[in-house]
């Protein structure tokens, strides 16, 4: 039975994860190495809950249950009695790999060391462990508490038992599950790079602006948010990485290649909705501010 449960990183999937788990019943630590990023989960959290209560979705006592359910930690070591740890730190193979190690020196032999990349070898992040045969990816997307969809990705290292465990505890939170197998991007994150990248050069040549291009996919395209808004909603430093890896993944495939512009508005700190400016500029509670 999984009860305990460490979430490594309190940014936008980690803090979406914990809630996921907490809601389920599970006593989840939230761990992160930035203090502020902690309290900016709790602080959301807060919010997000209220306004479920508001909405008559969940009443006070459930409330302070999922809030109770979560403990917040800037220190690894507290995650040493977890029964599966996910974590969801910035998307860069090498810092990945040093927290997996670290973190495996801290939790039981049973414990599954899960991670929530979108694009890195699960192969790759498991050879940083002694017991690589523990580790899987579970990839959950944005926002984790609303979509359904959960790639459970198991790594040429994985047992078959974790594969089991990791399906069968992500089915309890009530997500469905698609296993994937360990390749750039999955399947989601795959399918979805030309649906940027195209975009992209179509803004690029000139043919149609931001906006014309998202209210063009919205109304005719049946897509519930343009490529331009689902950037900003992602982040745009997390979806040029993640470009970047699928294309490098793929042995520099020119179907991947990375646009110009999305690149610079990373380098700009142009990072979309959680920055209050990327192809949009949008109000404290993360609504589009009308140009
Ligand atoms: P984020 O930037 O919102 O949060 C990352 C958090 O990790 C930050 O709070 C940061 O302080 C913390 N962190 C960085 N290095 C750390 C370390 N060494 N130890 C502990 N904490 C550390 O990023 P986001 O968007 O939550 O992405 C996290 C992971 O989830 C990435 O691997 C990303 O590819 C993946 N992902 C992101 C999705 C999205 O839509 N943003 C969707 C699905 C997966």
């Given at each position: ?23 389920s019943g ?12 902690l ?46 740890t996910?974590e ?12 997996f ?11 599954i060391?899960?991670?929530n ?32 969809l ?9 047992s ?69 808004e ?9 979806n ?44 404290e ?7």
């Amino acid at each position: 039975m999984i009860n305990k449960v460490g979430i490594i990183g309190s940014g936008t999937m980690g803090s979406g994860i914990a809630q996921v788990a907490a809601t389920s019943g599970c006593k989840v630590k939230l761990y992160d190495t930035n203090q502020a990023a902690l309290d900016k989960a709790k602080s959301a959290l807060e919010k997000i809950l209220a306004r479920l209560v508001e909405k008559g979705r969940i009443d006070s006592a459930e409330k302070n249950r999922i809030q109770t359910n979560i403990s917040y930690s800037d220190s690894l070591k507290d995650l040493s009695d977890s029964d599966l740890t996910i974590e969801a730190i910035v998307e860069n193979l090498e810092i990945k790999k040093k927290v997996f190690s670290e973190l495996e020196s801290y939790v039981s032999d049973e414990c599954i060391i899960a991670s929530n990349t979108s694009s890195l070898s699960i192969a790759s992040i498991a050879a940083s462990l002694q017991k690589p045969e523990r580790c899987i990816g579970i990839h959950f997307f944005n926002p984790a508490p609303l979509m359904q969809l959960v790639e459970v990705i198991p790594a040429i290292q994985t047992s078959k038992e974790v594969l089991d465990k990791s399906v069968k505890i992500i089915s309890d939170w009530k997500k469905t599950v698609a296993i994937a197998k360990d390749t750039p991007g999955f399947i989601v994150n795959r399918v979805a790079r030309p649906f940027y990248s195209e975009a992209l050069r179509i803004y690029e040549e000139g043919i149609a602006d931001f906006e014309t291009i998202d209210r063009s996919m919205k109304t005719l395209g049946g897509f519930r948010m343009g490529p331009f808004e689902l950037m900003d909603f992602i982040g745009n430093d997390v979806n040029y990485t993640v470009t970047e890896t699928v294309f490098a993944a793929f042995y520099f495939d020119p179907r991947y290649k990375p646009a110009f512009t999305q690149k610079r508005f990373a380098e700009a700190g142009y990072l979309g909705r959680k920055s209050g400016k990327g192809y949009y500029n949008y109000d404290e509670n993360g609504s589009i501010v009308p140009q």
